[in-house]
């Protein structure tokens, strides 16, 4: 893996995010944890419900790189990156898969009004119980929220964001550096 990611972090500066957030949970500090392709563990495998009910399977997207963001409608940093999260989608298109996983709203209507309020087009799990988090032992907890993984092609973790991401441009180049991987690879 290049250096890049590291570069973005420096020019843009890694957030120090830190505090008790509403429900219990408490954010992280944005900093960015990186896994060569020797120390990535098997694919996740989650599959589960949308927030319109349909089924959804991360393994459907094994090929190209799929990036998890893990939101609440009343987490503050969920809806501070809210637009880092949607211009880093719009500006990796089709070279890589966003999915959310959206804790803790009592209604999946809650959650869907956060989509409406940012323009997130990518589909979310709907996971009031926190049940989704199970699937990403040693990166995420239960109160990782927001987070930020990326899977590589494979469906195995590559990076990792707990907190608030540190920029858009942080998530972009990461996505890049992980696809380029994977093409070389």
């Known amino acids: 893996m290049t250096s890049r990611?590291?570069?973005?972090?420096?020019?843009?500066?890694?957030?120090?995010l830190?505090?008790?957030?509403?429900?219990?949970?408490?954010?992280?500090d944005g900093q960015l944890t990186l896994r060569t392709a020797e120390e990535r563990e098997e694919p996740i495998e989650l599959t589960g419900e949308?927030?319109?009910?349909?089924?959804?399977d991360l393994a459907d997207y094994r090929g190209t790189p799929v990036v998890i963001n893990v939101w609440g409608a009343w987490c503050t940093y969920c809806r501070d990156e809210?637009?880092?999260?949607?211009?880093?989608?719009?500006?990796?298109?089709?070279?890589?898969?966003?999915v959310g996983i959206n804790l803790?709203?009592?209604s999946a209507a809650?959650?869907?009004g956060y989509e409406r309020t940012f323009?997130?087009?990518?589909?979310s799990f709907y996971?009031?119980?926190g049940k989704a988090m199970l699937a990403f032992p040693g990166t995420l907890t239960p109160n990782s929220i927001p987070a930020t993984v990326v899977l590589d092609a494979e469906g195995r973790v590559a990076a990792s964001i707990i907190g608030r991401l540190p920029s858009r441009a942080t998530l972009v180049e990461v996505v890049r550096d992980v696809a380029e991987e994977s093409a070389d690879g």
């Open 110 to 112: 809650t959650a869907m």
């Open 5 to 16: 990611p590291l570069a973005v972090l420096l020019a843009t500066g890694v957030l120090a």
């Open 119 to 123: 323009g997130v087009e990518f589909p």
């Open 104 to 106: 803790r709203d009592s």
């Open 127 to 129: 996971s009031p119980d």
């Open 82 to 98: 809210a637009p880092d999260v949607v211009g880093a989608a719009a500006e990796l298109g089709d070279d890589a898969q966003f």
């Open 50 to 56: 949308g927030l319109e009910g349909e089924s959804l």
């Open 18 to 28: 830190s505090g008790t957030e509403e429900k219990g949970f408490v954010s992280g």
